[in-house]
């Protein structure tokens, strides 16, 4: 039976992968140290014989013994959570990101980084493809998450090419779905909870800029099999859903599923937000024979009555 270290596995996409990975007949030792994930994420697999969890930072250590895949999904992923530990967001992409690589790099197992498509800043490519190098701002207040995340691909490919280790790099796009925290801050769960507990939405700007959301079982899918597939040596790959929505769009359909007025309050757009999103995955067709299945409309059907569960609101809304 092969063994899966996944790092972040309370969170978001660390619990939906853990999953898929259980379901698929693998060993599965799930480390987070509960700065953005949550125990509750984890509860219904503390049953299973194939299931370990440690409560661990992987920036102080890393778990003893032998794995055939590392997989690092540590880090908080949205600017409400990494501009409130900024210094934890540059040190888990650091730190946290040496210390998976030497463990792997021992035991020689097969490694896979989970970076962003924040990598490529406010871009000025459209859509984005893998050898695009991005504009960032180095120094503004979203560079903790942006060059944490751009520090942590160097540093794999680092270990690539001097080491000789197989790693992967993931470059995932917005993804939702179940189990996405509903103080995320986020657009998705940030317009879900205002929609569902009556407050007015707020859009960013002129809610003109654009998002491409990818629901989370394609995603996860995505990742195993950039994690399994043989050949795939200092691969980096987009993974996302090229359905390119503007802000504005999102909102407009969240009101309608729920049939609540579009009270929408208007803010200031924050500094180097960016303005277009939506990824180019001919390279995930290519070597992963991966696109995504489940449409936006049929995705946020889905997210929408799992925060109604959550905030405990009525279907009737």
Not at 224 to 230: E, I, R, S, V
Not at 247 to 276: F, R, S, T
């Amino acid at each position: 039976m092969r063994s899966v270290l996944v790092a972040g596995g309370a969170g978001f996409i660390g619990t939906h992968f853990t999953e898929y990975l259980l379901n698929k007949g693998f060993k599965v030792f799930s480390v987070d140290n509960f700065s953005t994930g949550k125990p509750e994420n984890i509860k219904r697999f503390l049953g299973d014989p194939n299931y370990t969890f440690e409560e661990m930072d992987i920036v102080k250590g890393v778990p003893k013994g032998k794995f055939d895949f590392i997989v690092d999904l540590a880090s908080p992923a949205s600017p409400q959570k990494y501009l409130s530990l900024p210094v934890e967001t540059m040190l888990v992409n650091s730190v946290g990101v040496l210390n998976l690589l030497n463990l792997a790099k021992e035991n020689r197992s097969r490694f896979l980084l989970a970076s962003t498509s924040e990598v490529y800043g406010d871009p000025e490519v459209h859509p984005q493809r893998e050898d695009y190098w991005g504009h960032v701002n180095p120094i503004g207040p979203r560079s903790v998450y942006d060059e944490g995340k751009r520090f942590a691909e160097a540093i794999t490919m680092a270990f690539y090419r001097y080491e000789k280790l197989d790693v992967r790099i993931a470059r995932i796009f917005n993804t939702y779905g179940p189990y996405m925290d509903v103080g995320d801050g986020r657009i998705i769960p940030n317009f879900a909870y205002q929609a569902l507990t009556g407050k007015p939405i707020t859009i960013y700007g002129d809610g003109s800029q654009t998002r491409s959301f990818c629901y989370v079982s394609d995603m996860v899918e995505g990742l195993f099999l950039l994690m399994t597939l043989d050949g795939l040596e200092g691969e980096v790959v987009n993974l996302g859903n090229p359905d390119e929505r503007t802000v504005k769009e999102v909102a407009d359909l969240i009101c309608e599923i729920l049939n609540v007025p579009k009270n929408y309050e208007y803010l200031p757009l924050p500094q180097d937000d960016p303005k277009k999103r939506k990824p180019d995955i001919t390279k995930a067709k290519k070597l992963l024979n991966w696109s995504p299945k489940v449409d936006f409309e049929t995705g946020l059907r889905k997210t929408l009555e799992w925060y109604k569960e959550v905030l405990n609101v009525g279907k009737d809304v």
